[in-house]
């Protein structure tokens, strides 16, 4: 016999550690959106049509190990997620979000004990760690165009504001939809109204590299002119909008993962075409719309509760955006105010929620158009797109302090109808 023998290496239990050489590799090629997995096994995991997120074992002992390998190279496109289930990750408590989003990927993870709890000892080109995705893009998409057709492109917005070229869609093209940002600098778009003139509740992630998706088949009731906002701790929220029974003021809260949940019980005036923009840091507030329209807000707590209306602040109106700026501030700008028809006032949000009188527009007034924050810090923002009567591509940045600038000459097909967020 030829050969070295090692000693063996124990768990805690006195039972002999399996190496990454005798691990059990399934057979079965996970291509699911969820996957819970056992210590000592491997798995491969296509992600080809969906992200897929993979749960750790509830209890673990060191030595612990498990292998994840990126079976068709698509990571880069929809990425898998850990849920370490109660365990550390890294040293991190599993209210982070552990992400690996680059393509051909394989993640080699074993338990370390509780305090840094499950540690890659490999993990290939990828972050080891659950560290934020650098932040401080934005990105727009979906829409109708000047042709009033229907479109799925989108375009990218740089950490220094600057819009780029128009990507080729992916995923049903649909306009009147909203879009957030949730987990770890991830966004979502769903909901909306398809070229058949039927609402739908489809979604689309978008990843750590700014591709969309394809299509995740819709939860909840199928609806459009929705407002979407971050809040808590890596999590969202869609509420009210316009669905096949009128208008409504039901909630679909979405995980640190994306996944979009059932509808649940609304609080407020129900309607449509409002907007919704982050405060103080993991709080959230609704403004606005089409009720009227209406100028009433209703505040989200950090765990995802929509208050009843604070009376209204300034012109009431609807089809406008809303965007966080600065340190945990908001602003409501634009919009469509039925007795003087476009507006391009701004009303700023308070770090504790509220929203401010009217301040004097800058830049072309218009509606239905879209805003992202952007900048590594995420402290400023810009709104793009939006109708005048005609589409448009025009965009204004607002500074750390919320005064909108002054009009930007476009890039990319003119729309309006479409959604953004960063990621």
Do not use: H
């Not at 291509?31 to 210590?39: A, I, K, P, R």
């Not at 229907?150 to 950490?159: A, D, I, Q």
């Not at 604070?310 to 609807?318: K, L, Y």
């Not at 009188?357 to 992202?372: E, K, M």
Request: charged letters at 10%; hydrophobic letters at 35%; proline letters at 1%.
């Amino acid at each position: 016999m030829s050969g070295t023998v090692v000693s063996n290496v124990f768990r805690t239990s006195g039972v002999i550690v399996a190496t990454a050489a005798g691990i059990n590799f399934e057979s079965a090629v996970t291509t699911g959106t969820t996957l819970t997995v056992e210590s000592g096994n491997g798995y491969f995991i296509n992600t080809t049509s969906n992200i897929c997120t993979v749960t750790l074992p509830s209890s673990a002992e060191t030595g612990d190990q498990i292998v994840l390998v990126d079976f068709a190279r698509t990571w880069g496109t929809n990425s898998m997620f850990i849920n370490s289930n109660g365990l550390n990750f890294q040293g991190q408590d599993n209210s982070y979000t552990v992400e690996y989003g680059t393509s051909g990927a394989t993640v080699n993870i074993v338990y370390s004990g509780a305090s840094k709890g499950w540690t890659p000892i490999s993990d290939d080109v990828v972050t080891d760690a659950p560290v934020a995705v650098p932040s401080g893009r934005g990105i727009f998409a979906y829409g109708q165009s000047a042709s009033s057709t229907r479109v799925s492109m989108s375009n990218l917005l740089s950490t220094s504001g600057v819009i780029a070229t128009d990507v080729t869609g992916v995923g049903t093209e649909r306009r009147g939809l909203s879009a957030t940002t949730f987990g770890t600098n991830r966004a979502i778009f769903a909901f909306g109204y398809l070229a058949n003139n039927a609402r739908t509740s489809i979604s689309n992630l978008v990843g750590v590299n700014g591709v969309i998706g394809n299509d995740v088949t819709g939860v909840g009731t199928t609806s459009n002119l929705k407002a979407a906002v971050g809040y808590g701790v890596g999590l969202a929220l869609f509420a009210f909008g316009e669905n096949g029974s009128g208008l409504s003021n039901t909630r679909n809260l979405v995980s640190n993962v994306g996944v979009v949940a059932n509808d649940a019980s609304g609080a407020g005036t129900a309607r449509g075409q409002l907007a919704a923009t982050s405060y103080g840091g993991d709080k959230a507030v609704f403004g606005y719309g089409k009720d009227g329209p209406v100028n009433t807000s209703n505040k989200v707590s950090n765990t995802g509760v929509v208050a009843g209306n604070t009376s209204g602040v300034g012109t009431a109106r609807r089809l406008l955006s809303a965007v966080g700026y600065g340190d945990g501030r908001g602003i409501f700008a634009y919009g469509y105010d039925d007795n003087a028809p476009i507006v391009s006032m701004s009303n700023l949000v308070s770090d504790t929620g509220t929203v401010a009188s009217d301040v004097s527009g800058v830049g072309t007034a218009r509606y239905n158009l879209a805003s992202s924050v952007y900048s590594a810090d995420q402290n400023v923002a810009a709104f793009a797109y939006g109708t005048t009567g005609s589409q448009s591509s025009v965009k204004n940045l607002v500074n750390s302090s919320g005064v909108v600038q002054a009009d930007t000459t476009g890039v990319g097909t003119a729309r309006s109808n479409l959604a953004a967020a960063a990621f």
